[in-house]
């Protein structure tokens, strides 16, 4: 006689993860570097880059330069400078784009107030920028280069270069540093002293680097592979 097993069910975190990660076109290891990347970019900021007052290019910055220039409110700026870029992103980038932008740029987000909840764990480098811009620079690119060679982006910043990458003959690396350079010389034009030009450049510069080495040697999504190949059939 066979007796009905009293086994309950059990629920794998695994298959819904599975599922989220096919819904975005990736791997599950893919969302799990989109995750890290986010984290990493979220700790440098909150531990390296705002208590030692870098200066950031990009969105950020274009932000803070607009605010000088025309006294325009900087809540409504953010709003506005990211949604027109992912909206070009939409249009420009491949298929998959927003899903995967608005999932990284919420993990960003969460990341933030995270941090900001913890509060500092390392000690200020105020009084050492030029050491507060490397390492800055380097976790910074390590977090970015494993969310944009994902597909996603944590910001307009990210969208803007993609798009630049995209449509021009620039590598990630260089739509990155191009895009900042020229925020920054703005705002030193505007407001920023010699002395915190001289810091965010040296970041950005390391910043983009990293990026480039993971855009180089870790190898992208096989949905963005296809992409990819198809495109340079195309073409």
Request: hydrophobic share 50%.
């Amino acid at each position: 006689m066979k007796f009905l097993s009293t086994k309950k069910p059990t629920f794998h975190l695994a298959q819904p993860l599975r599922r989220f990660a096919a819904w975005m076109n990736l791997s599950v290891k893919d969302v799990a570097l989109m995750i890290i990347g986010n984290l990493t970019m979220a700790f440098a900021m909150c531990n390296i880059h705002i208590p030692a007052k870098i200066t950031e290019g990009g969105v950020l910055g274009s932000i803070v330069l607009f605010n000088k220039l025309f006294g325009l409110d900087p809540s409504i700026l953010s709003v506005l400078l990211d949604f027109s870029l992912y909206f070009f992103g939409i249009l420009l980038l491949e298929r998959g784009f927003l899903k995967k932008a608005v999932f990284s740029t919420l993990m960003y987000a969460v990341s933030l107030k995270l941090f900001n909840f913890i509060g500092p764990l390392l000690p200020s480098l105020e009084s050492a920028p030029y050491l507060a811009a490397i390492i800055g620079g380097l976790l910074l690119g390590s977090g970015c280069g494993l969310v944009v060679t994902r597909g996603g982006a944590a910001g307009g910043d990210d969208c803007f270069a993609m798009i630049l990458e995209r449509k021009s003959r620039l590598s990630l690396s260089g739509a990155y540093f191009i895009s900042d350079a020229v925020v920054l010389g703005l705002s030193f034009l505007v407001y920023l002293p010699a002395q915190n030009l001289m810091w965010s450049l040296l970041t950005t510069m390391i910043s983009s680097y990293v990026v480039g080495q993971f855009e180089i040697h870790l190898p992208k999504p096989v949905a963005m592979q296809q992409v990819a190949e198809r495109a340079g059939e195309a073409s």
